[in-house]
């Protein structure tokens, strides 16, 4: 997420312009009716009066206690970044008005300016909106820059720094003296801006202490900025604080809350929030599970351009989950996100333009985009490169280039490429012949419980090949492990060597049901050496 600076509405107030003269006291502005001209008050020669009638009815009324000579006035004209800096607030007294609204002040909504005097925040930010001169409305003395104009000031310097780190130039964990002064500025601006109420303040100095930013890392200091700026219903600070829940960063760990805060932020339209709460309903997480639901979010969040979200929606299209199936559908929302770069969605289209789903078939579009996604490092995408160029679809075919993908995908732990690849070393189709690369390969696969390889893996054990010394123990290991998992071939190679006692105790029990269990599924040889294993009884 990136911080964010609330900018003034631009809309124009009937009224007079805000340079316009009028008297503090009946308001009527200078030059109408009988106030040809306005005298200031002599002690504080800010306010303003018509006649002397007025001037003695606002002393009475209020302008007695609110009157500061200029000696005592603050000055007027202060930097932005420090203009809420160094303020010494003065807390609102037992049932004192706001001078404005004249309703009482309440402790966490009171706006303290230099001058020493109190408001509700809410009407000094209103006071800001109205086209009238930008002063405190009992002395005159000129209000500071508010928080919005601070956090924007803020924001400029930060963006400054950022800019730097995005080119390499300097790093967050080592600024240089005079970027730290610089960053010290903005966090200076921001923290001020947030504790006079600006909600976007609040949510940039959650982002700095969440991603430790100019700051030491503090996800306890994150949570508790974002959550006064959620508080405020500051969309992408509910969001950041959904996913800190649901990740137990500096607050419990909670799928309720995380709930709670990501439907806020995702009701004010927050796509990456409504995202995560479509996942949150097909998961079933914090709340019962709903594909119809997470299906609408989805939809919310993709109409946004959310790549993800539109790539997850093909998906859904495709299998009707949560939405009647709708192939077209499926090409429509795959498309966009495809050509948003989303490898996932690019493999995808590659598989309904290969099937012809939602789309006339199309082998060589299919290979066009199932390319775009192994460019990016798709596993899956990558190995259905080997396909492409070992038949030349919309390429030159090339086994060089077929095993270089194949080789990818391996190295990436796609299972199927890692045997694959075992295969075209035995061949030399593409790649050198090499016994040890076979065995590596193949070994690899086998790790990750591919049968073919582990019962491959227990012939080279037992011939001693690809640079490993005969281990009947070791063969016998690998036969057990494809044989647990169904093969028939591992199954009667591991009646064979309980039969003779290779690499296991000798066994004819368990000879012969494994050998029954390769006979059962067709085996041939099993079913052949399941006579020549009658006599063991005899033995």
Known sequence: MTPVVAMAENKTKKGPAPNTKMCDNCLVPEGAGGAKRLSACARCGVVLYCSRDCQREHWKASHKQTCIAKADRAPQQQDPLNALKDQSPRAAAAGEQCSICLDPLTDGSTYSLKCKHVFHAACVAQLRKFGVKQVCPLCRTELPAGPEKVNEEAFHRFRAICQLVMQGEVSWSALPPLLQLEMNGAFDGWKSAAENGSADAQYNLGLLYDEGLGVVQSFETAAWWYQMAADQGQAEAQYNLGALYEKGLGVALSDLESLRWYRKAAEQGQAEAQYKLAHMYAAGRGLDKNHAEGAHWLKMA???????????????????????????????????????????????????????????????????WARKAADQGHVDA??????????????????????????????????????????????????????????????????????????????????????????????????????????????????????????????????????????????????????????????
């Open 382 to 539: 990558q190995f259905q490169m080997v396909a492409v160029f070992e038949n030349g679809i919309g390429v030159k075919k090339s086994m060089v280039e077929a095993a270089r993908w194949c080789k990818k995908a391996a190295e990436q732990g796609h299972v199927k490429a890692q045997f694959y690849l075992a295969a075209l070393h035995i061949q030399g189709r593409g790649v050198p012949t090499s016994e040890v690369e076979v065995v590596r390969w193949c070994k690899k696969a086998a790790e990750q419980g591919k049968v073919e390889a582990q019962c491959s893996l227990g012939d080279f054990y037992l011939d001693g090949k690809g640079g490993l010394m005969p281990n009947d123990k070791e063969a016998a290991r690998w036969y057990r492990k494809a044989a647990d998992q169904g093969s028939p071939i591992a199954q009667c190679k591991l009646g064979r060597m309980y039969f003779e006692g290779l690499g296991v105790a000798q066994n004819d029990a368990e000879s012969k049901r494994w050998v029954k269990k390769a006979a059962d599924q067709g085996d041939s040889e099993a079913q052949h050496l399941i006579e020549a294993l009658s006599w063991c009884k005899e033995r």
């Open 302 to 368: 993709a109409e946004q351009g959310h790549a993800a979200a539109q790539g997850d929606l093909g998906h859904i299209y495709t299998g009707g989950l949560g939405v009647e199936q709708n192939f077209e559908l499926a090409v429509r929302w795959s498309k966009k996100a495809a050509d948003q770069g989303l490898a996932e969605a690019q493999y995808h289209l590659a598989a309904l333009y290969e099937k012809g789903l939602g789309v006339e078939k199309n082998i060589k579009e299919s290979a066009r």
